[in-house]
C-alpha cells in the first residue's frame, strides 16, 4: 500500500519560509513523479511543483517560480518543498502526490500545469498572515 506522510506546515508571517516534507512508503517503482498540489478554500486544487525520479527535472507554477524550491532525497524516500517569500495567497492545504510515470514532470513543463497524480497523502496547512 503507497502512503504518504506530509508534514511540516503551520503558520507563518508573509516573507517568511516554511519547509514542508513528504515521507513516501510503499511505492516500490523506479521511475516515478512526486509533487506538491495545494488548495486554498473555495479555490480549485493546484499544481504547484514536481520533481522526476529518472532525471532530476522540476516544474514549478508561474505564482511560486523563484520562491519555492522542490528537492528528493532517494536514501529517505522523501521528498522536500522548501517555501521562501511566502505571501498570503500562498495560504493553502497542500498535498503531496506521486505518479509512477516521471514523464508527467515533462508533460507539466510543456502544458504549464500539472496533470492530476494517482497516489495521494493528506493534507498539511500552510497559513500565512499579512
Known amino acids: 500500500e503507497v502512503q504518504l506522510q506530509a508534514s511540516g506546515g503551520g503558520l507563518v508571517q508573509a516573507g517568511g519560509s516554511l519547509r514542508l516534507s513528504c515521507a513516501v512508503s510503499g511505492f516500490i517503482f523506479d521511475d516515478y513523479a512526486i509533487g506538491w498540489f495545494r488548495q486554498a478554500p473555495g479555490k480549485e486544487r493546484e499544481g504547484v511543483s514536481c520533481i522526476s525520479s529518472s532525471d532530476g527535472s522540476t516544474y514549478y507554477a508561474d505564482s511560486v517560480k523563484g520562491r519555492f524550491t522542490i528537492s528528493s532525497d532517494n536514501a529517505k524516500d522523501t521528498v522536500y518543498l522548501q517555501m521562501n517569500s511566502l505571501k498570503p495567497e500562498d495560504t493553502a492545504v497542500y498535498y503531496c502526490?506521486?505518479?509512477?510515470?516521471?514523464?508527467?514532470?515533462?508533460?507539466?513543463?510543456?502544458?504549464?500545469?500539472?496533470?492530476?497524480?494517482?497516489?495521494w497523502g493528506q493534507g498539511t496547512q500552510v497559513t500565512v498572515s499579512s
Open positions: 502526490a506521486v505518479d509512477v510515470l516521471s514523464k508527467l514532470v515533462t508533460t507539466a513543463q510543456v502544458m504549464g500545469v500539472m496533470p492530476p497524480f494517482n497516489y
